[in-house]
């Protein structure tokens, strides 16, 4: 595992705990089954994702755990956790392979100038998601006081993308996929949460999956596509400025 590692997770805002509890999966993923930054290289890393799959059929079906990892408790959460911090890991290696962290003196083109002041706005956009995030996951019961978040206080990895908050409704037992957008959402963010939902869908056949949608305000089309979704809401946050004179 690459030592800048842990400073990525910290700039994506994680709390401490789940800092920690990702470098802790990824090291036992790695104790079993070898460097993951090889096997990234190899193209082999797929494969380890694969093996950390555990369906509610094969919970219902009682079969073994396919892994090579040790663990007590329910076969299915730990593997998921597992998981989870395995296709993040790789999120962060395609990051790196791109050069989406790296630096350089040269000096830039006129086009490349235009690209970096692209790159920065979708930066600052990302930055805002990310302290939207944190505030969301502590106070989640301002957007529904039944609410229970249920992903270890990272995003979950479904088919699809990564789940920004997953939680359970402690009422009715539905899950419950909370998307962030800064900013107004558009009818691409309908369909990243009907997305979301669909790949939970499939993984819990057995629960109603509903859907929040959290942004500064929403365009005619996102509104109109989710009258008929009556699974899905919509949100708006709002940010209040408070001053106070320096003494």
Same mark, same amino acid.
């Given at each position: 595992?690459?030592?800048?590692?842990? /400073?990525? =997770?910290?700039?994506? /805002?994680?709390?401490?705990?789940?800092?920690?509890?990702?470098?802790?999966?990824?090291? /036992?993923?790695?104790?079993?089954? #070898?460097? $993951?930054?090889?096997? +990234? %290289?190899?193209?082999?890393?797929?494969? @380890? @994702?694969?093996?950390?799959?555990?369906?509610?059929?094969?919970?219902?079906?009682?079969?073994?755990?396919?892994?090579?990892?040790?663990?007590?408790?329910? @076969? !299915?959460?730990?593997?998921?956790?597992? /998981?989870?911090?395995?296709?993040?890991? !790789?999120? +962060? $290696?395609?990051?790196?392979?791109?050069?989406?962290?790296?630096?350089? &003196? %040269?000096?830039?083109? !006129?086009?490349?100038?235009?690209?970096?002041?692209?790159?920065?706005?979708?930066?600052?956009?990302?930055?805002?998601?990310? &302290?939207?995030?944190?505030?969301?996951?502590?106070?989640?019961?301002? =957007?529904?006081?039944? $609410?229970?978040?249920?992903?270890?206080?990272? %995003?979950?990895?479904?088919?699809? #993308?990564?789940?920004?908050?997953?939680? &359970?409704?402690?009422?009715?037992?539905? =899950?419950?996929?909370?998307?962030?957008?800064? #900013?107004?959402?558009?009818?691409?963010?309908?369909?990243?949460?009907?997305?979301?939902?669909?790949? $939970?869908?499939?993984?819990?056949?057995?629960?109603?999956?509903?859907?929040?949608?959290?942004?500064?305000?929403? &365009?005619?089309?996102?509104?109109?596509?989710?009258?008929?979704?009556?699974?899905?809401?919509?949100?708006?946050?709002?940010?209040?400025?408070?001053?106070?004179?320096?003494?």
């Amino acid at each position: 595992m690459r030592e800048n590692y842990r /400073k990525w =997770l910290e700039d994506q /805002k994680y709390s401490d705990a789940t800092v920690n509890a990702q470098i802790h999966r990824v090291s /036992k993923v790695e104790a079993a089954y #070898g460097d $993951l930054d090889d096997h +990234f %290289e190899a193209g082999t890393l797929q494969s @380890i @994702i694969d093996s950390l799959q555990y369906s509610s059929d094969d919970e219902r079906r009682s079969l073994p755990n396919p892994s090579k990892l040790g663990f007590e408790g329910n @076969i !299915r959460n730990n593997l998921q956790s597992y /998981k989870n911090a395995v296709v993040r890991y !790789r999120k +962060f $290696l395609a990051g790196w392979e791109r050069g989406q962290f790296a630096s350089s &003196d %040269e000096e830039n083109t !006129r086009e490349e100038v235009a690209v970096e002041i692209a790159e920065q706005v979708i930066s600052q956009k990302l930055s805002l998601e990310r &302290d939207m995030q944190a505030a969301i996951r502590q106070n989640i019961q301002s =957007l529904d006081k039944n $609410l229970r978040i249920i992903d270890d206080g990272a %995003e979950r990895s479904v088919l699809s #993308g990564f789940i920004d908050v997953t939680c &359970d409704n402690e009422v009715d037992g539905s =899950l419950v996929v909370v998307e962030l957008k800064a #900013g107004k959402a558009d009818s691409r963010a309908i369909g990243q949460i009907l997305g979301y939902m669909g790949d $939970l869908a499939e993984e819990e056949p057995d629960r109603t999956v509903r859907g929040i949608l959290v942004a500064h305000e929403f &365009d005619k089309r996102s509104r109109s596509a989710a009258r008929v979704v009556p699974t899905l809401k919509l949100v708006k946050y709002t940010i209040n400025f408070q001053f106070s004179e320096e003494k």
